[in-house]
């Protein structure tokens, strides 16, 4: 049972984070996107701290990530493990996505997000494999940073991260 949920989570924090690394199309095409993939692609280099609800059909699961020093960490039912693909896999899958996917993005304007001033995106991908999402991403006026995604995959699943940059450090 424990080999089934772990299994389970590490598929689902790939699912996450490659909704969240939303590809997109060459830089040139890009347009209003611009701004949500160069946020997005921060993640990666600078040290964060993801925290993740997922809803799936009612069964909501909560995770946390941490990305730092080149290495990614989970937490999952109170308990921190190295994660199974290193950041430097992370940005090329990126940016393999990036080759892949069709992404329109929309900016709704702006909002306070944990008392810093956001720029709200509507985004919306459709992806060779995973079908179509719509997001919402909320990017940090004076920083560039994402701090907060919601995402929607149908009807059946929505995710809920919110991102700390401050003070992050490996959990182990």
């Not at 939303?22 to 921060?42: R, T, W, Y």
């Not at 990126?94 to 810093?116: M, S």
């Amino acid at each position: 049972m424990e080999t089934t949920r772990k299994r389970l989570f590490y598929i689902m924090v790939g699912f996450i984070f490659g909704q969240l690394l939303i590809g997109a199309k060459p830089l040139a095409a890009q347009g209003d996107c611009k701004p949500c993939f160069d946020a997005m692609s921060k993640v990666f280099d600078i040290p964060s701290h993801s925290y993740v609800t997922t809803n799936m059909g009612g069964t909501i699961q909560t995770m946390e990530l941490i990305y730092v020093a080149g290495a990614t960490y989970t937490k999952s039912g109170g308990k921190w493990s190295p994660g199974l693909t290193s950041l430097q896999e992370m940005k090329e899958l990126e940016q393999k996505n990036r080759q892949n996917n069709k992404v329109t993005c929309r900016y709704l304007g702006d909002e306070l997000v944990n008392g810093e001033m956001a720029a709200l995106y509507s985004v919306h991908e459709e992806t060779p494999k995973n079908g179509k999402s719509d997001s919402q991403v909320w990017i940090s006026k004076a920083k560039g940073l994402l701090l907060r995604s919601e995402i929607d995959l149908g009807d059946k699943m929505h995710i809920s991260t919110r991102m700390e940059y401050g003070n992050v450090k490996a959990p182990m």
